[in-house]
């Protein structure tokens, strides 16, 4: 068909946008999004179609990115101090801020990732694999000789439940079908 007619209908059924009496064609981008190219007034409106809520996610992420930032921003401060004040080797400070600039950074890198969080993927599972490595390696730790504290067992849990099942939830959000 020519292009003077109604717009073409690629939207998807129930979709709440009005588009009768418009000249142009919807484009279904596949990033949870839908162009639609008014060709008579040389427009382009972005219109997000995804069918789970992506707000819940953000909120979620954004309070447990407070957990590495915090502990981050204390470890960077206070050094081995944090944990215990008996520890005051220089070695063992420097590590420890070194350390705790990484855990701060990953924070901010989740933080980062939050209003588009739906499209972030494979940023999402990358840095939960290096959460989940550094969980598993504190694990070892607590098999071999360390005693599980509160501390201990707080972090165990954001490394090894609560930034998987973030991710997860990412992924589910990232590959849900679109409205219909």
Known sequence: MGGTGPAKRTQRRGDPRNTRGAVGRAVDTGIG???????KKQKTLKLKISERPV???QIAIGLAGL???GAGLAG??????MLDPA?????ADSHFRYLSGLLLG???????MIPKIANRG?????????????????ALGLALHDPLTPATAFALTMELGVTPLL???QAWIETSPRKS
């Open 55 to 57: 707000l819940p996610l």
């Open 67 to 69: 957990v590495p930032v």
């Open 167 to 169: 991710c997860l939830w």
């Open 122 to 138: 494979p940023a999402v599972r990358m840095l939960t694999l290096v959460v989940v490595t550094g969980g598993l390696a504190r």
């Open 106 to 112: 990953i924070g901010f890198l989740f933080w980062s």
């Open 87 to 91: 520890i005051h080797t220089s070695a």
């Open 76 to 81: 960077i401060w206070l050094g081995p101090a």
């Open 33 to 39: 999004s839908l162009l639609f190219v008014n060709k």
